[in-house]
């Protein structure tokens, strides 16, 4: 199976690295700590349910995995976790995380119209330690 990345989720940040069977992509924008899973999958497969049962427990430890990073490392109040896909029909889960003193609070992140490049020492961070915590979960396994 032959896999590209989608030129707009390509185009909407920086690619972190893999977790299992999905590539790891940081939105760059820095108001709100967003990271996008985007499962190597056949085209046409766009939803969860579409997956198989193996694939969608790869997807599904894998979003357990970045919950986790974005939690441990952004320290958010909370987290959205999301599949949506109106715009970019190529499965890709958000991983936001959300607090009470972020711009779009309680909105959703996706009406809202403020965006901040992030920095390339702050990529370059984010990065090492996405990876870091990646590295830990394939050693514990």
Not at 86 to 103: K, L, W
Not at 121 to 126: L, N, T
Request: glycine fraction near 6%.
């Amino acid at each position: 199976m032959a896999f590209s990345l989608h030129p707009k989720l390509a185009a909407s940040g920086f690619e972190l690295g893999r977790i299992g069977v999905c590539r790891l992509l940081l939105k760059n924008n820095a108001l709100f700590p967003w990271l996008i899973l985007v499962p190597e999958v056949e085209d046409g497969i766009e939803d969860l349910h579409q997956l198989s049962p193996e694939r969608y427990n790869e997807v599904m430890a894998a979003v357990r995995e970045v919950s986790m990073f974005v939690s441990n490392h952004f320290k958010p109040e909370k987290l959205n976790v999301a599949c949506i896909g109106n715009q970019v029909r190529q499965m890709h889960i958000h991983i936001v995380g959300r607090s009470t003193g972020d711009p779009a609070w309680p909105g959703t992140v996706w009406a809202h119209d403020g965006k901040q490049a992030y920095q390339e020492a702050e990529i370059e961070e984010i990065t090492l330690a996405a990876r870091r915590h990646v590295a830990a979960v394939y050693d514990r396994r």
